[in-house]
């Protein structure tokens, strides 16, 4: 029932008014005033000719609307968005999140929305510096196996050392058909170039130029050069024209190093963009989560309600409502490159956690979906202690990303049954058992 129902109903059963019936409503759910309004709602609900059952069945009703309820404008404010976004990413999904990347509603991390594009199936543009814009944009992919979808070009905004000033000149004198080109014109910092390096925005320039070396050559033939004393640059004049040479700087470029492993390239978005775009963080953990019998967040709903799982994975919320109890309850989701799992840490499951519920990024959680857990014995089946399982052959988890502290694994029980916020993982109430540990 909305506000308005609640007011109408005191008004024509009792005759109230209904500025008097607001004051009924916010009386509603209150220990020592209720009793005052159930009082006043039957004596005058009787002497206008209401039955008895129908005076309990109406208090019934306004008696359990205290616990929860809002006004019908309210609920119009979230069903129309709601709607709207829905048939937007029905329909339009490449702008619809090339929105939402742009303009951060913050509910969720952006690293969580460019998961979302990536299990749709919607191709994510890497970082150009010819083509990246100061914003996210839908552009149609030339050429490779999406070539005429829609795909969504990354940003050089948000770029972590890039200023707006030079941001601004970036884009200003687009397109550069050369490094030399690049610095004369946009005057960046060398720290700058080399951080567009690593996260491969020259990549379609080293090609155009024939060279044989790779991202990685790049970067340490930039590193020689920040380590050299600056010379001030030659001033360009405004009108006049380079020469058509091609990249002679990158055509020239000795191959000596390794190409970067992909592992290797989602460090450098993490620790650059905060955004994991090439794969998801979770990929390079697969191998070992697959060993400890990890569920998937999209295979959660296929299982028999009750069934105990594991399920790892990036933190990409925590809240903690208030609750009338007094007692604290801690929402946790978390994102496993397939979905999102919510998990719920009553009391008891707060206390034996202790600060790590808060303190890591990568969760290891067991429990069955919506029932009790039993936390210690978890914690024996899979002997996570002290120091968490981990193959020395995988790449490490180490991620040197601020928001990845790293953190010591520990064991902890719980009992839980949220309500799902994501359709595809469902409810899950278990045990906090592990935690990555990143280096």
């Known amino acids: 029932m909305f506000h308005e129902q609640i007011l109408k109903t005191f008004d024509v059963m009792t005759g109230c008014g209904l500025a008097r019936a607001d004051e009924f409503r916010r009386a509603l759910g209150n220990d020592v005033l209720e009793g005052r309004v159930e009082e006043f709602f039957r004596k005058e609900a009787r002497a206008r000719g209401y039955s008895p059952e129908v005076v309990d069945k109406v208090w019934g009703t306004l008696k359990a609307f205290g616990s929860f309820g809002f006004c019908k404008a309210h609920g119009a404010a979230f069903a129309v968005p709601t709607y709207q976004s829905a048939w937007l990413k029905t329909h339009h999904p490449e702008a619809f999140l090339a929105g939402l990347w742009e303009h951060d509603p913050g509910m969720y991390p952006k690293r969580l929305l460019v998961a979302e594009a990536r299990r749709l199936g919607i191709p994510i543009l890497p970082l150009d510096i010819n083509r990246s814009q100061a914003e996210y944009r839908v552009e149609r992919v030339a050429a490779g196996p999406d070539r005429g979808k829609l795909g969504i070009r990354l940003s050089l905004n948000g770029i972590y050392g890039l200023s707006g000033t030079e941001l601004k000149r970036i884009v200003a004198g687009q397109p550069y058909d050369s490094l030399a080109d690049l610095r004369a014109r946009s005057r960046l910092s060398k720290p700058s170039i080399q951080r567009l390096a690593q996260l491969g925005a020259f990549d ?48 020239n470029l000795k191959a000596v190093l390794p190409a970067p492993t992909l592992v290797d ?68 989701s978390i994102d496993d490159g397939t979905g999102c799992v919510d998990s719920v840490f009553f009391h008891e499951a707060q206390e034996l956690a202790g600060p790590l519920l808060f303190g890591t990024r990568l969760l290891l959680i067991r429990g069955p979906p919506g029932g009790p ?67």
Do not use: C, W, Y
């Open 265 to 332: 390239t989602v460090r450098a978005e993490l620790d650059l963009m905060a955004v994991d775009v090439s794969d998801h963080l979770m990929a390079s953990h697969r191998p070992l989560l697959d060993r400890l019998g990890v569920t998937t967040a999209d295979k959660l709903l296929a299982l028999r309600n009750g069934t105990e799982v594991l399920v790892a994975g990036v933190r990409v919320a925590t809240q903690t409502p208030p609750m009338r109890g007094g007692r604290r309850v801690v929402f946790i």
């Open 373 to 439: 857990a039993r936390g210690d014995q978890h914690q024996r089946q899979h002997g996570l202690g002290p120091e968490p399982h981990r193959d020395p052959a995988l790449p490490g988890p180490g991620l040197r990303h601020p928001g990845l502290p790293g953190t010591p694994a520990a064991g902890t029980p719980r009992r839980h049954q949220p309500q799902p916020r994501h359709h595809r993982a469902g409810r899950l109430s278990g045990a906090l058992v592990g935690l990555f540990r990143n280096r």
């Open 204 to 251: 379609s320039l080293h090609r155009a130029s024939g060279g044989a070396a790779n991202r990685a050559d790049l970067v340490h033939h930039l590193q020689t050069l920040q380590s050299r004393p600056h010379r001030k640059g030659i001033d360009v004049i405004d009108g006049q024209l380079s020469l058509p040479l091609g990249d002679v700087e990158l055509k």
